[in-house]
């Protein structure tokens, strides 16, 4: 009986180290643009760096603008942001918030579009 019960922890636990191993490498691999995952996984990326833009980042810079320049401006961010990181894995996104040089490039692009629509 005890024999048949470390049997069984020892599957659960080696269940649970198979799933974490497969959730790594899959967060470390990198997204096919073109398949349809990839696709899904481009728009959620973008509309979560609108969103992030439009809340945060306007206010940080003290952009005043009308509705449609900060959608431009965010949108503009957006895709830029996704163009310059669309190569990267899913971990290494999940990093760059805590990432200065990556903080720089993403500043360099989020005033590039603020110059594109128009703001000051």
């Known amino acids: 009986m005890f024999k048949a019960l470390l ?22 691999q990198t997204i096919d643009p073109a398949s349809e995952s990839g696709q899904a996984y481009a728009a959620n ?10 809340g945060r980042v306007a206010r940080e810079l003290g952009i005043v603008a009308n509705g449609d320049e900060l959608a431009d401006m965010c949108e503009c961010t957006a895709e830029m942001t996704y163009a310059a990181y669309k190569n990267e894995s899913p971990a290494t996104l999940l990093s760059l918030a805590s990432d200065p040089a990556a903080q720089k490039k993403v500043g360099k692009i989020v005033q590039e579009c603020a110059d594109r629509a128009g703001l000051q």
């Open 45 to 54: 990326f973008k509309a979560g760096v609108a969103a992030t833009c439009a």
């Open 7 to 28: 049997m069984v922890i020892g599957l659960l636990v080696m269940s649970i180290v198979g799933l974490g191993a497969m959730g790594w490498w899959k967060m470390n």
